[in-house]
């Protein structure tokens, strides 16, 4: 009897839910009780106001209710509501352990058959968010699968390619979300439809760096649907932090406009008013005549002083504009909130924009690392892209400082407001043009090399050119760096040439072609001072290498040999990363020729097991399976002719092991 009590329960609910009681009937098709129905009424009655909580965003006290609900539910019915609500305060509290909860409970429940038909679709979707927050991705697919093929309407159709747009934007696969998704959007004639859809193509968007489509969007949703948003503050929240962090404030303010218009409850049109005056605050900074748009707010937030959440905040916040309009000095507001990082922080910025306005740069200077610790969201609210932006205010001053302390960064960040002249000024000084290209190597930077390039362009000191050479290789500039050299020539100083001749060989190497690297080592070879002269700088190993190879093709093997053992050297001497053993192949090729068979091993057995520093660390040379092919094979050869026969099979498996291998040393290793 129960079970078609229950059954025509659920039949009624299926026509008309919002007024399903006038259909309680038993099987004699007389009227329920009146206990009974108003059990029923009742019930779902405390799950519509918990709905309602959610909506408000009130997810902690909606948990606990719905879970007081679950215990006490007797009207068998709504259980499957109960659990998905449920499931859905779960998500809606973002955590990760209340998602695996989540998930739990709403399996546990389809595979009991307690989550009714009606409930499936709306099950599935809330899955595949679940499964996305706990980085189930390969799991939610199934359920966005079930979503596309276990209903036939059109709409759970889009519900499921939504679904899939979810999970290729958790596997960061934007393009094809948003390909997804825009098709959907152009289809579907369903408002509300088209609005979830357009919700999750702005999302994909903004993570394509696509902003311009994501604000084009969201104009239009806004136009077409706001009560989408309005109607739920929790979404509309939630859409308004999005378009916060994203610059799109004025949409924000739309929105929340709106749930102002609708909202009903002291407590929401109070948190609405607070969020809305926050919203005008970050746009002040940029726009001033917002500002008293927020005052006004705030003002209005602080008549009720009794069980006021938002009295301390927006008396501070209306601290914040009293001081910024200059009628209350930084360091009382400092004092005032002094257990307040942020309005410390917020009183620190206004004392550097009176300083700028005092010109008090010394001040400025002083506290450079102090002001540096202001929050760029700091900065921003006060109307400045950041912090670089400010002290661009102070440009020459700076730069002297900087140059005197040798504070690179921070000089090339101010170095793109400095003149011509203020900077030719600055170059007479001979220190002070020392610690500028000193800077300029530490740190190159494209718009101090270029301004630097150009007010030194009718210099006659070699050792100008031969800075900015250096600088404009660091940039690759290579033309550039050729035609300081050249400079250097026409000047003809034989210190800075030699100085100046490692430079040179990166600049011709650069050209990638054979008449300009024998060009060079002619010009080598006619000051073979140079090369003695640069045996300490790194850049030897690299000439090195070239001059050998250079060597061979001139036909002049013993220099080539001295040469390759002088790389050899250098490279050890230095602790130089360079991963291929080819100084050792080389040289053991040699040994071979001269019948030192345990010298060449010694060459390759170092081939094999040499160290590099990294980062302060030692680690293992990192060789090609090329490479290690040819160690192997030239290493059994040897021990082969010494009869060592364990050792030649040992190489030989070795080489024989290695995988995804083509060279010729493999074959030949193969074959044996």
Known sequence: MKKIFILLLSISFLYAKEDFYYSFITPDLTQISESKKREILNANAALEDIKILVKEGQMNLAYKQILTFRNSNKV????????????????????????????????????????????????????????????????????????????????????????????????????????????????????????????????????????????????????????????????????????????????????????????????????????????????????PEYMPEAKNIYEDLLKVREGNPYFKRSKMYLDEIIMREGKFDPQMIASKYSASETMQQKAMMQELLNAIEDQKYEQIIRMKKIYYGIAERIVNRFGYKSMDDIYSMVNFKLIEYYLSAKQCTELNKVMKGVSNDALMLLIENKKATENLFACMQEEPKLSTYTIAKSVFSRSRNAEVYFNLEKVALLLKKYTDAEAFSQKLDMLGDPEI????????????????????MEKFFKYARENREFMSNNENNPLIIDFYYQYYLYLLKQ??????????????????????????????????????????????????????????????????????????????????????????????????????????????????????
């Open 555 to 672: 036909k002049e093997e013993a220099e080539a040999i001295s040469v390759l053992l002088k790389l050899f050297d250098k490279q050890n001497e230095m602790k130089a990363r360079v991963y291929s053993p080819f100084v050792e192949i080389e040289l053991a090729k040699y040994e071979k020729l001269d019948d030192n068979y345990d010298k060449a091993l010694e060459y390759l057995q170092k081939g094999l097991n040499i160290k590099r520093e990294m980062d302060g660390l030692t680690v293992d040379r990192k060789i090609k399976k090329e490479d290690l092919a040819q160690i192997y094979y030239e290493m059994a050869k040897i021990y082969e002719y010494q009869n060592k026969e364990n050792k030649y099979k040992t190489m030989i498996k070795k080489c024989k092991n290695l995988k995804d291998v083509d060279s010729y040393y493999k074959k030949m290793c193969d074959r044996l």
């Open 497 to 516: 040439l030699s100085k100046e001749f490692l430079y040179r060989f990166l600049i011709y190497g650069e050209k990638n072609s054979s008449f300009a």
């Open 76 to 287: 068998e019915l709504l259980n499957s509501e109960a659990i998905l609500l449920h499931s859905e305060i779960l998500y809606k509290m973002e955590t990760k352990v209340k998602a695996v909860e989540a998930v739990d409970l709403l399996e546990k429940a389809i595979h009991d058959s307690r989550i009714t038909k009606d409930d499936l679709l709306e099950a599935y979707k809330l899955l595949v968010l679940l499964k996305i927050r706990v980085n189930k991705a390969n799991e939610a697919q199934y359920y966005a699968n079930a979503i596309l093929h276990g209903f036939d309407d059109p709409t759970s159709k889009v519900y499921g390619k939504i679904a899939q747009a979810q999970i290729h934007v958790k596997r960061r696969d934007y393009t094809k979300a948003i390909k997804l998704l825009k098709k959907e959007l152009i289809e579907t004639n369903n408002l509300e439809v088209a609005t979830i859809v357009a919700d999750e193509l702005y999302d994909a968007y903004i993570l394509n760096d696509e902003n311009e489509k994501a604000y084009e969007l969201v104009d239009k949703v806004l136009g077409k649907n706001i009560d989408y948003y309005a109607n739920d503050s929790y979404k509309a929240l939630i859409k308004v932090n999005k378009l916060l962090d994203n610059g799109m404030d004025k949409f924000a303010i739309k929105i929340i406009q709106r749930l102002l218009e609708k909202a009903s409850v002291t407590d929401s049109i109070d948190n609405f008013k607070f969020i809305l005056a926050n919203t005008y605050m970050k746009l002040a900074g940029f726009e």
